[in-house]
């Protein structure tokens, strides 16, 4: 929710009150250069306790609803006929409007039995834009991913309301070049989180659903920021803003034949799941579940979670949820926007997103410019956030670097969980390394795994670019800061 102030100013409000906090530190700068050091210049392998604002992830991270906490202490442990699955399902058939659903302890868990199910070696899985783990689940099967976004989606400073559409164009292209038997699916993915959490239109995936039937190829719709995606089409979508979330979901889900989801961002709990009303479909992938994840009535889930996750789903649809994040970001956004900061805009679902190879300009793409900036941010302000660039892309199969389309250090903004004054104090020290980015060097590996190497992967610096910027920020705020 945004409210107008009599200044004429319009800022995102809370609406709901915090009655439950966890206590957070500030490292002081020496013990921070000793934990980006120490972690490899990864902030994934940073501890909490180095760690002020932990913006690496919206995942799993957003703060719950009393009524979710609540209705945990009524899960039904049983391994098998639980009825806190039951009561998932009747939330997935309120919300979305699908029959059968599977559930899963993750997302990827979801593209795991997908993958499995319905991908043969040589097929090819298209996509408005790859997230790592749906790549990678493509790829381990013997299966390619070919990604058909428009010539917009990568253009960071853009005013392009739906970034995150898929291109026709490049759809009947692929139909040409690979054959509709050869694709296994089409994957639509509700804010495409590597390219800046950036929405699809209702209309272009009515359209893409119309161009995937006429050629019989399954839509499969990535639906983990789903609530985000809902939100942009009734804010920015001509002929929407008169429409509720709810209204929205159930548009979108008639052009669906397979629904999942990481239950961990719009849904605020730890979870997954895949819906269809496609008895065949769910035939398909059913026989898997117990293999990978557990019983049908709770799929490597806790029966806690599939509870909260119940509360949840029916939450998400509510506007003042819905709209949590992406009003925090769009302020955050807006911050870093009038301090000169490059940031990806427009605002995107999940997180701020700044541009390393505009801030970074002099870092070859080779010493990647998103990890040394993501470490650098975290240098100067204790927050933590994550890489989305090269580092997050893999070798290719000869062992070579794969150039990222962007550079991005992302900054999430869990829901409900930091306040405003946190995000101008995040705003005013990316401003300050802004303004100091001359001094902020590449990184090289020094551990480097062989799949998903961002998670693990160990890196140094390529010149003592951390300790001169150490100097500086002592220099204007002392040591205790
Ligand atoms: N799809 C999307 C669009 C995601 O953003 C994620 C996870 C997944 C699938 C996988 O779900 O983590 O529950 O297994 N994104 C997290 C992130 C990891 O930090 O953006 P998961």
């Known amino acids: 929710m945004k409210i107008q102030l009599s200044d004429g100013r319009s800022i995102p409000i809370e609406m709901h009150k915090i009655r439950i906090v966890q206590s957070t530190q500030l490292p002081p700068i ?3 250069a000793a934990a980006i050091k120490e972690a490899g210049y990864n902030t994934f392998l940073l501890r909490t306790r180095d760690v002020f604002l932990d913006m690496l992830t919206d995942s799993g991270t957003n703060a719950m609803s009393d009524n979710q906490l609540a209705a945990m202490m009524r899960a039904d442990d049983a391994y098998a006929g639980s009825e806190s699955f039951f009561r998932l399902a009747d939330a997935v058939k309120e919300v979305f409007g699908f029959d059968y659903v599977i559930p899963a302890h993750q997302g990827r868990a979801a593209e795991h039995l997908l993958a499995k ?6 097929d090819v899985v298209l996509m408005n834009y790859h997230f790592t783990t749906s790549k990678a689940h493509v790829e381990q099967v013997g299966g390619k991913v070919l990604e058909i976004f428009t010539d917009d989606a990568l253009i960071t400073d853009s005013d392009i309301p739906f970034k995150g559409n898929l291109d026709l164009n490049k759809f009947e292209e692929a139909i040409k070049t690979y054959g509709a038997e050869k694709i296994a699916y089409v994957r639509m993915e509700a804010t495409t989180n ?8 209702l209309d272009n995936l009515r359209k893409v659903k119309d161009m995937a039937s006429k050629h019989k190829i399954p839509l499969v719709f990535d639906g983990s920021l789903i609530s985000e995606n809902a939100y942009f089409i009734q804010s920015r979508e001509k002929g929407f803003d ?20 990481s239950g961990r961002k719009s849904a605020a709990v730890r979870g997954g799941m895949i819906a269809t009303n496609q008895k065949k479909f769910y035939d398909q992938i059913l026989p898997w579940l117990p293999v990978y994840e557990g019983f049908a009535t709770y799929g490597g889930m806790s029966t806690k979670e599939i509870e909260a996750m119940a509360v949840g789903l029916r939450e998400m649809t509510e506007q003042e949820v819905a709209s949590s994040g992406a009003d925090f970001i769009e302020y955050f956004v807006d911050r870093l926007k009038e301090k000169g900061v490059p940031v990806v805009t427009p605002a995107g679902g999940l997180a701020c997103h700044v541009d390393a190879r505009r801030f970074l300009p002099h870092i070859p793409q080779p010493e990647y410019p998103a990890g040394a900036l993501a470490a650098a941010i975290y240098l100067v302000s204790g927050i933590r956030s994550m890489e989305r660039g090269t580092i997050s892309t893999d070798r290719d199969a000869q062992g070579n670097d794969v150039m990222a389309d962007l550079e ?5 903004v869990p829901r409900r969980v930091y306040t405003m004054s946190q995000l101008d104090y995040a705003a005013d020290r990316i401003a300050w ?4 980015r001359d001094l902020v060097g590449g990184l090289k590996f020094i551990e480097e ?8 992967g160990k890196l140094q610096t390529v010149s003592p670019w951390a300790e001169n910027l150490q100097k500086a920020f002592i220099k204007d705020f002392g040591e205790d800061c």
Request: proline share 7%; no cysteine; glycine share 8%.
């Open 408 to 412: 991005l250090a992302r900054l999430a």
């Open 194 to 201: 590597l390219i800046g959490g950036q929405p699809f239109s």
């Open 433 to 436: 390394l802004h303004n100091h």
């Open 449 to 456: 795994p062989p799949v998903l190497r961002f998670f693990f």
């Open 117 to 122: 199910s319905f991908i043969k070696p040589g």
């Open 242 to 261: 008169g429409r509720s979330i709810k209204e929205i979901l159930k548009d979108l889900m008639k052009y669906v034949d397979i629904f999942y989801m």
């Open 30 to 32: 020496k013990r921070r």
